[in-house]
């Protein structure tokens, strides 16, 4: 069974920093890209960032381009991401995802339907 914890939301104000992580138990995670997504009340979720399996190779969100960055350590079965100059709009719920397929290095799917696996979420908010 394959389970997603995220950690590190909270409540900062503009300009700060977070990192969120996500742990992975049940398969082998370095088989595997990773993602993270997020969604704000009564919007739909969305895309924000994901990294393939050796991690070499992102993907993010146009809006969250040169402000974040996502990253993983295979060796503890966790992907991270790190999120700097916060802004109010950056204030969501946020998710970790795991496809279903295992594929290239180069894999890095960013479309919702890609994701078989989800977390919890863990709560961002940022205040002005």
């Known amino acids: 069974q394959v389970q997603l914890v995220e950690s590190g939301g909270g409540l900062v104000q503009t300009g700060d920093s977070l990192r969120l992580s996500c742990a992975v138990s049940?398969?082998?995670?370095?088989?595997?890209?990773m993602g993270w997504f997020r969604q704000a009340p009564g919007k739909e979720r969305e895309f924000v960032a994901a990294?393939?399996?050796?991690?070499?190779?992102?993907a993010y969100a146009d809006s969250v381009k040169d402000r974040f960055a996502i990253s993983r350590d295979n060796a503890k079965n966790t992907v991270y991401l790190q999120m700097n100059n916060l802004k109010p709009e950056d204030t969501a719920l946020y998710y970790c995802?795991?496809?279903?397929?295992?594929?290239?290095?180069?894999?890095?799917?960013?479309?919702?339907?890609?994701?078989?696996?989800w977390g919890q979420g863990t709560q961002v908010t940022v205040s002005s």
């Open positions: 990294i393939g399996r050796s991690g070499v190779h992102t």
């Open positions: 049940g398969r082998t995670f370095s088989s595997y890209a």
């Open positions: 995802a795991a496809p279903l397929v295992s594929a290239s290095f180069a894999y890095t799917p960013a479309r919702l339907s890609e994701y078989r696996y």
